[in-house]
């Protein structure tokens, strides 16, 4: 385990143990008083619409006096069986006291104005509002939208924070507008001399490829019989032209602050690699076919760890068992193959994904029964 992550797991159940409190925002701002928002249920008239998907939390669309409010209401047990999961909650609450300070410093603000305003929170009552958020989740991109979701992501990261979560719940859209109010999974670090909130062991993971990650290639990958590959190319094309540009001016940003050299490098080796692949045509199929690989074996990873399997995650595995079966050589040259997958034969890989294949059909099957 991850000396850093362990740290922060620890300090986290620490403070859940310690009874203290975490508050954020002012009582005055809340148009009931927080004890009644914590004990409103599905039942009450005020409730408009819920999303009880959630496996830390219940979130409650709420109609008072004329204005709508989001209630995010702590479970009082998360269904995510680890302590990453157990903690979100938590997390949240604390991330959203981070964005208070932020989003009210001038120096700051603006380049938060996709992420939602916290109105209230309080730890103990297990109760976080925010105003209501029209629109829907994001489900279509453009250089536009590339460009809120990479800067917000870049901007948390100067201040600190790294979100490891951009998943398609995650992300809504209000008529061109991109919003992010989902901080269960967005972790403190130092910008200046670390890669992510993971330290320096796994430079792998940051704002582009956690987007890619957990959102992008999934949702190219659900719409494969619609989206053709040169669109699909293309969009790429429009992603990392986008990237390359925000990560220029976090390396402006990381050399202003005095940033470590291995940290600065690492930026700048990044922004090399994607400026190659946006020189050919033939040099993006290259770099799509490996990242593709890259972020449907990391996030079939996360939902094994999650024991949050879904179809989608079937779907993962199947791809990534297609792919070892016809370009393993590829993947293995291009540096695909990386952590438990480093240095495998093909057959020892087919046979460790044949495992997680049947371990994820099992967590699906649990999940179905749980319901
Ligand atoms: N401020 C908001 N405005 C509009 N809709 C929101 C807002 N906050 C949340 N939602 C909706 O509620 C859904 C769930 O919210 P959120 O992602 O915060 O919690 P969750 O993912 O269910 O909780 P958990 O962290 O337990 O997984 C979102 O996918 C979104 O559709
Ligand atoms: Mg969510």
Redesign the pocket.
């Known amino acids: 385990m991850n000396a850093r992550v362990h740290a922060r797991q620890q300090a986290q159940l620490a403070f859940d143990a310690s009874g203290q409190n975490l508050i954020v925002g002012e009582r005055s701002q809340c148009p009931l008083a927080p004890e009644v928002l914590a004990a409103l249920t599905a039942e009450s008239p005020l409730v408009v619409q819920q999303?009880g998907?959630?496996?830390?939390?219940?979130?409650f669309?709420l109609a008072i006096n004329g204005r709508e409010y989001?209630l995010?209401q702590k479970?009082a047990e998360?269904?995510?069986r680890n302590v990453d999961g157990q903690t979100?909650?938590l997390n949240?609450v604390q991330r959203r006291a981070d964005f208070a300070r932020l989003q009210a410093d001038p120096v700051w603000a603006e380049r938060f104005s996709h992420i939602?305003p916290t109105l209230y929170a309080d730890y103990r009552l297990g109760i976080i509002l925010?105003?209501?958020?029209?629109?829907?989740?994001l489900d279509r991109f453009d250089e536009a939208i590339f460009r809120q979701i990479l800067e917000t992501a870049v901007a948390c990261e100067e201040a600190g924070l790294m979100e490891w979560d951009l998943c398609p719940?995650?992300i809504?859209e209000d008529n061109g507008h991109i919003?992010l109010?989902?901080f269960?999974y967005m972790y403190p670090f130092d910008p200046l001399t670390e890669y992510n909130s993971n330290g320096l062991s796994d430079p792998l993971f940051h704002a582009c490829e956690r987007f890619e990650t957990r959102h992008f290639f999934g949702w190219l990958l659900q719409h494969e019989s619609a989206i053709p590959a040169p669109q699909a190319l293309a969009l790429f094309r429009s992603l990392k032209s986008v990237a390359v540009e925000v990560y220029q001016q976090k390396w402006h940003w990381l050399q202003q602050h005095a940033a470590s050299q291995p940290v600065c490098q690492w930026v700048s080796s990044q922004v090399a690699r994607w400026q190659h692949a946006l020189s050919s045509d033939t040099a993006l199929a290259e770099l799509f076919e490996l990242e593709n690989f890259r972020s449907q074996v990391l996030d079939i990873e996360d939902d094994l760890h999650g024991k949050s399997c879904t179809a989608l995650t079937l779907r993962r595995l199947a791809f990534v068992e297609r792919c070892l079966q016809q370009r393993f050589d590829v993947l293995a040259q291009g540096g695909a193959l990386f952590y438990d997958n480093a240095g495998k034969s093909q057959e020892q890989l087919l046979a460790s994904y044949h495992h997680k294949r049947a371990l994820a059909e099992q967590y699906l099957l649990s999940a179905a029964e749980r319901l």
Not at 53 to 59: S, Y
Not at 130 to 137: I, K, M, N, Q
């Open positions: 999303f998907g959630g496996l830390t939390a219940r979130v669309r989001t995010k479970r998360a269904l995510v979100s909650f949240e939602v925010s105003p209501w958020l029209p629109g829907a989740p719940g995650n809504l919003w109010f989902d269960g």
